[in-house]
């Protein structure tokens, strides 16, 4: 289970962070990441990282601006988001990839980030 937070209104240039707790089979867990979905778009890829090694990859649109991280500990991995603008406004979902499996098989909530200009 996916338990994602920290969405909210933020102004244009503002930072948020999201955070999002995970439990049950987290020992399978191989990668997770963040996905968005603005109103009328397709969902899209934002960025991800390997639970194990902790390497990152992040979507070209986010680039610089985005963070992903995690907290072995806790099963909970973040993703800070800095200087954002107005076509970062979607619903925010984390997801997690186990062990052996090909696609993102566990979804969280989503979490709604609105960004005002």
């Known amino acids: 289970q996916l338990q994602a937070s920290g969405g909210g209104l933020v102004q244009a240039g503002g930072s948020l962070r999201l955070s999002c707790a995970a439990s049950g089979r987290t020992v399978s867990i191989y990668r997770m990441g963040w996905f968005r979905q603005a109103p009328g778009k397709e969902r899209e890829f934002v960025a991800t990282?390997?639970?194990?090694?902790?390497?990152?990859d992040y979507a070209d649109s986010i680039k610089g601006r985005f963070t992903i991280s995690r907290d072995n500990a806790k099963t909970t991995v973040y993703l800070q988001m800095n200087e954002l603008n107005a076509e970062d406004t979607a619903v925010y979902y984390c997801a997690a990839k186990m062990a052996g499996q090909g696609l993102y098989s566990y979804w969280g909530q989503g979490t709604q980030v609105t960004v005002s200009s």
């Open positions: 990282i390997r639970w194990s090694t902790g390497s990152t």
